[in-house]
């Protein structure tokens, strides 16, 4: 996204018998309230130009020519390093460190140092190397890369398309307020976004474009991030687990189910009917086998399309409720179904995807 920076000029200003230089005020002697006028030396505001640049203000004079936008910052700098580097509490690597400076990061430089810089990054303040950063002119040059530049949904549902414009294919939708990095340059108004593992692009018309930086971290900070890191990752693995838990229960009292509907093949099919043994139709035979294991389940197809909770078919397991369009089959797994098929062949096994899939149930 296009950005523009405004180069920050250095004044000099002489008002008063004072000499304004950014971060530093000189001040000229003026004469006491007599009829005479003031002396100044012959050399004038050279001289004093030329003192002041012969001390730390030559060294601090490039925190001004730092573009900024909307004056945020005049004195921005960026890290230059792979991971990271150590904030100290003092411009000595034997002190303690305060925070860290990642890479790709921002940082207001507050004072420079022999060899160290003063930074505020963040919430992290403290000294990092001076090498570590890349100031001034270079800063400048580098500032596009190391903005983070977002898009924000303003529409309640947005189609990600793999192309500029309405014609081309969709491929997820995002809802409104959702985030998401943009991964290029807008093409006619159009953003190429990242959505989980999809790229793709949305139109600027329904998002509210951004750019910002990435701060350093004090240690506090740090450390709760990782306390929070880890609880995550902890309740993720014991979710984790209760769901294979879960699943390998329905897998067992699945199998299970199965094994009793197989004892039923080659029975008789009869519209309406739900015996197991004198006939049944195909939601009537689903119906009595889990009757069995003291399940009850609506007695149309249709009906069993709101049973229990819905899984793809990619995760079905033997007991699961296969549902068609006017049918429905329990899954014995590897692709099969047992089910009451039509009166020519009565109970027996067929393809699971022998037609179209409409919904795939598992009630235990």
């Known amino acids: 996204m296009e950005k523009t920076h405004i180069r920050q000029r250095v004044i000099f200003s002489a008002m008063a018998g004072l000499i304004l ?19 100044i030396q012959a050399e004038g505001i050279e001289s004093v130009l030329e003192n002041c640049y012969e001390t730390e203000v030559k060294d601090n004079i490039n925190l001004y020519l730092v573009p900024t936008e909307e004056g945020e910052y005049l004195n921005m700098a960026f890290s230059d390093t792979e991971d990271y580097t150590y904030i100290r509490s003092a411009p000595d690597e034997n002190s303690d460190w305060v925070g860290k400076l990642y890479a790709d990061s921002a940082a207001q430089v507050l004072e420079y140092l022999e060899g160290w810089t003063k930074i505020k990054s963040g919430s992290a303040e403290g000294y990092v190397p001076s090498d570590a950063l890349i100031t001034g002119a270079a800063a400048e040059e580098q500032a596009l890369e190391y903005e983070n530049n977002t898009v ?46 999809i790229d793709g692009w949305v139109s600027g018309t329904y998002v509210t474009a951004d750019s910002s930086y990435s701060y350093g971290e004090t240690k506090e ?35 299970a189910v199965i094994d009793y509907a197989c004892q039923f093949i080659g029975n008789p099919y009869v519209w309406g009917g739900t015996s197991l043994t004198n006939g049944a ?7 009595s086998v889990y009757a069995h294991f003291g399940v ?44 009451a098929m039509n009166e020519a062949d009565g109970i027996g096994i067929c393809s699971a995807t022998y037609t179209t899939i409409v919904a795939v149930r598992r009630v235990l």
């Open 21 to 39: 230089i950014p971060g530093r005020a000189l001040g000229v002697s003026a004469a006491e309230q007599t009829d005479e006028q003031p002396f």
């Open 152 to 197: 924000t949904v303003t529409a309640y549902a947005l189609n990600v398309r793999d192309g500029q414009g309405t014609s081309a294919n969709i491929l997820t939708q995002i809802g409104r307020d959702e985030t998401y990095e943009v991964t290029g340059e807008a093409v006619d108004g159009w953003y190429p976004v990242k959505v989980g593992e």
């Open 221 to 255: 900070e740090e450390e709760a991030r990782i306390e929070a890191e880890k609880r995550k990752e902890e309740e993720a693995q014991a979710e984790a687990q209760a769901v294979q838990a879960s699943v390998s229960g329905a897998a067992a009292g699945g199998q």
């Open 281 to 287: 139709d195909c939601s009537g035979f689903v119906q």
């Open 296 to 339: 009850s389940l609506p007695r149309t197809s249709s009906q069993m399309r709101s049973a229990g909770y819905a899984v793809s078919y990619e995760e079905a397991l033997p007991g699961d409720l296969i549902l068609y369009d006017g049918h429905v089959g329990l899954y014995m797994g590897d692709g099969n179904i047992v089910n």
